[in-house]
């Protein structure tokens, strides 16, 4: 089934947070974990524009289909790292082009080179590109997804919990058009779907990674991953993997967290967590 594009633009809108009573974290602040994920998902989510920026050098430009709803992809993204600074800001923490602007010129030349590895890779693949990048959009934003519904579920703060239900609604728009791309260019080619596994299986690493440091991935992984719930809500991801053409048997949100030793049962996760956040 196609994604109905005309409707989505319809409907594209900033998450609302005006009816939200964001003051309620004055009297109820959220746990120093917690707000370490979310500073983490406030980068991230702010950094998409720069996510956009390398892709538009790609082959995915050249569809006028992709680079419409990249356009409101990229606007909802941004009020999403608009949505947390407010979280974050009642916290009286740092938020927006405070955090921003040193967080970009940190990545030195990263940032730089990314837009020349991205339009290499564009012009060694191919057409077939773009199919990988559908793919590789719809694994990231099951993953954000799952982060979000995790990071609600563990912090159990009814504002917070309002907020991020609110930005699940629209992530979950967003991996419709993703995974209904790729599903649909995957299957008209053994190629892209060579391409794609192997890309996913040797390239692929979890949101924030590259951009974040590691000691922060590896916290937010453990925070919202580790444990029982965590591990079954990774496994999802991977189900849904194995749904798109030649993709079966790909766990590589699994294999991530297994690679970086993230506990799959620990009880005593959450006083550990406390602790190193604090």
């Known amino acids: 089934m196609t994604f109905d594009l005309a409707a989505c633009q319809r409907s594209v809108t900033p998450v609302r947070t005006d009816d939200l009573d964001l003051a309620a974290f004055r009297v109820r602040p959220l746990s120093p974990a917690t707000l370490r994920c979310l500073r983490y998902m406030h980068d991230v989510e702010s950094h998409t524009v720069c ?10 430009h050249a569809d006028p289909r992709i680079t419409t709803f990249l356009t409101l992809w990229n606007y909802e993204e941004h009020f999403h790292g608009e949505a ?61 997804q799952a982060g979000y519904e995790r990071l609600a579920a563990r912090e159990g703060h009814p504002v917070l919990t309002a907020l991020l ?29 060579r391409v794609t596994r192997w890309a996913l299986r040797h390239r692929w690493a979890p949101v924030g990674s590259g951009v974040m440091p590691d000691a922060e991935v590896h916290f937010l992984l453990d925070h919202l991953m580790g444990g029982e719930d965590g591990r079954r809500a990774a496994a999802r991801i991977d189900r849904n993997v194995h749904r798109l053409p030649g993709l079966d048997g790909l766990d590589i949100v699994v294999g991530a967290l297994d690679g970086r030793g993230i506990p799959a049962a620990d009880p005593a996760c959450t006083r550990r967590h406390d602790a190193l956040a604090a």
Do not use: C
Request: glycine letters at 6%; charged letters at 25%; hydrophobic letters at 45%.
């Open 51 to 60: 996510y956009l920026r390398d892709l538009l050098v790609t082959s995915s």
């Open 84 to 144: 947390i600074a407010q979280v974050l800001a009642a916290h009286d923490e740092a938020s927006g082009f405070d955090r921003i602007a040193p967080m970009r010129a940190a990545l030195g030349w990263k940032d730089r080179v990314g837009p020349f590895t991205s339009a290499l890779g564009s012009a060694v693949i191919g057409e077939d590109f773009t199919a990988l990048h559908m793919t590789w959009g719809a694994v990231n934003e099951w993953s954000t």
């Open 165 to 193: 239900d609110r930005i699940v609604r629209q992530e979950s728009r967003h991996i419709a058009f993703y995974a209904t791309e790729a599903r649909e260019r995957l299957a008209r080619s053994r190629k892209a779907q």
